[in-house]
């Protein structure tokens, strides 16, 4: 099961003053939306924790163009950011909270998370995750997010990203880079995360537990 936490959330900033209607509608929808995502994503990764939690916030650091940003906080809790200056709550909800799920629900999975998850020991522990948790959003989710389409020079991006330390800034090669480049880790992630799929036949769900360095292998990619 999942459970849906709004204690940081306060009607004005949900909707406009007076529109508890809105209100109920927004918190209705985000709940409606998790418990239904939540029982198609069991079935593909039914190691997850048997009870899951989904703390809703809003607030304006999202992605520009969903309006929202998920995180994997622990093996059991999600955090959903929505802008409610971007639009109706309930119908950013009804349009990416689904997709959001699947993501961060495969990095729960993984133990990709902010607390209780294993001592990162590469740069590319996150490159890899955010790759195969951005192909389990897209094939079994159905999701298109920009940040899963690459060209052919992904390739040269994942001969970056092997060189960098644990510790490089994490900001700047997964979101946006001082050059402009956008989202370099999950571009870069998702194609090791395709060419891992297409060698091995297995699917991003199967390999929500495989190790960095096997994954790569996969991929024909050397660390």
């Known amino acids: 099961m999942i459970r849906c936490l709004f204690a940081d959330i306060d009607g004005i900033r949900l909707a406009p003053k007076g529109?508890?209607?809105?209100?109920?509608?927004?918190?209705?929808?985000?709940?409606?939306?998790?418990?239904?995502?939540?029982?198609?994503?069991?079935?593909?990764?039914?190691?997850?924790?048997?009870?899951?939690?989904?703390?809703?916030?809003?607030?304006?650091?999202?992605?520009?163009?969903?309006?929202?940003?998920?995180?994997?906080?622990?093996?059991?809790?999600?955090?959903?950011?929505?802008?409610?200056?971007?639009?109706?709550?309930?119908?950013?909800?009804?349009?990416?909270?689904?997709?959001?799920?699947?993501?961060?629900m495969h990095h729960c999975a993984r133990g990709w998370v902010f607390r209780g998850g294993a001592r990162r020991t590469s740069f590319m522990d996150g490159v890899v995750a955010e790759g195969l948790a951005t192909a389990f959003e897209r094939d079994a989710g159905g999701s298109r997010p920009p940040w899963g389409q690459y060209?052919?020079?992904?390739?040269?991006?994942?001969?970056?990203?092997?060189?960098?330390?644990?510790?490089?800034?994490?900001?700047?090669?997964?979101?946006?880079?001082?050059?402009?480049?956008?989202?370099?880790?999950?571009?870069?992630?998702?194609?090791?995360?395709?060419?891992?799929i297409a060698a091995s036949g297995f699917s991003a769900a199967d390999l929500v537990n495989v190790a960095t360095s096997e994954v790569m292998r996969m991929a024909g990619i050397g660390q």
């Open 19 to 104: 529109a508890a209607l809105a209100i109920d509608g927004a918190r209705l929808a985000i709940c409606e939306v998790s418990e239904s995502t939540e029982v198609e994503v069991r079935r593909l990764l039914p190691m997850l924790a048997p009870e899951m939690e989904l703390d809703v916030q809003v607030g304006t650091r999202v992605i520009p163009e969903t309006g929202e940003l998920g995180a994997a906080v622990s093996p059991r809790r999600i955090s959903w950011t929505v802008d409610a200056s971007r639009g109706d709550v309930a119908s950013i909800a009804r349009r990416q909270l689904r997709f959001t799920l699947f993501h961060e």
């Open 151 to 196: 060209t052919a020079e992904a390739k040269e991006w994942v001969a970056e990203l092997v060189k960098l330390p644990v510790s490089a800034p994490y900001e700047q090669w997964m979101f946006r880079h001082p050059d402009g480049r956008r989202w370099i880790g999950y571009r870069a992630g998702t194609y090791i995360a395709d060419r891992a």
